[in-house]
């Protein structure tokens, strides 16, 4: 799984992936906001339906935003079902653990199928204190691991494992049934995910769990440099980009 915001980069990542996620990430990655509270229904629902128009493969994921879900399984219902009329998607995704559990399984006994995430939370990013690694605590690390069980009773078909020590990772996938996707997690998960746009070296800072498998920030940087060359020394456009009389 990768994170994807718009037609193009749908349609590129869909032949090889198994699902795409609209993750709220986009809060940071496309609009430049400092975190992913202040991401709304309206922009989920707009770069969901985009990537749906550009996927033939893969299940495209729509991440639920901060406020959307936690007021009561009720106001859950009520924007899942929107993003998923609006956009087309196959599911859902939301942050949280054991005191969302009556949620998830709200949505799944009525037709939602919800993606789970547990360990780091970004949108909780206020209470936990920034975005450091989670579990270091025998405590912590307990509750990650119940809540990562009580997500999975309550009928999540997949869950996002994020930022914590590995061993909690492996504990987890070992004892639920849905596939557990990892994200600064461990290996042993069924699956991974990253941000696109982290894994494609557009971003020169990034979280320690992520490889650049691609370096397009510096290929884009030439391009630019290299058009805004020929605009000012008048090279482009050149012959072959002009229309002539026949």
Do not use: W
Not at 92 to 116: C, D, H, Q, W, Y
Not at 163 to 181: D, M, N, R, S, Y
Request: net charge negative; proline share 5%; hydrophobic share 45%.
């Amino acid at each position: 799984m990768l994170t994807a915001y718009t037609v193009r980069m749908a349609q590129l990542m869909d032949p090889h992936c198994d699902m795409l996620l609209v993750g709220d990430s986009l809060g940071q990655v496309i609009y430049g906001l400092p975190h992913t509270v202040a991401v709304t229904l309206e922009m989920m629902a707009a770069h969901g339906a985009a990537v749906v128009r550009g996927s033939y493969h893969a299940a495209v994921i729509v991440d639920m935003p901060f406020g959307s879900y936690e007021a009561s399984p009720e106001q859950a219902f009520v924007n899942a079902s929107r993003l998923l009329k609006e956009t087309g998607a196959a599911a859902v995704k939301l942050e949280g653990g054991k005191v969302l559990a009556p949620t998830v399984e709200f949505l799944t006994s009525r037709g939602i199928p919800v993606m789970a995430h547990v360990g780091l939370t970004p949108q909780a990013v206020n209470i936990l204190g920034g975005y450091g690694v989670r579990g270091k605590s025998d405590e912590e690390a307990k509750s990650i691991v119940e809540d990562a069980v009580a997500m999975a009773d309550a009928g999540a078909f997949a869950m996002v494992i994020e930022g914590v020590l590995e061993h909690i990772a492996i504990e987890i996938t070992q004892k639920i049934a849905c596939p557990t996707i990892g994200i600064g997690a461990s290996a042993q998960c069924d699956g991974q995910v990253l941000v696109a746009e982290d894994m494609l070296g557009l971003f020169d800072r990034v979280p320690k769990f992520v490889k650049k498998f691609g370096n397009m920030g510096v290929s884009v940087e030439n391009a630019v440099r290299e058009y805004a060359t020929g605009v000012r020394d008048r090279s482009f456009p050149g012959p072959d980009q002009l229309y002539e009389p026949v």
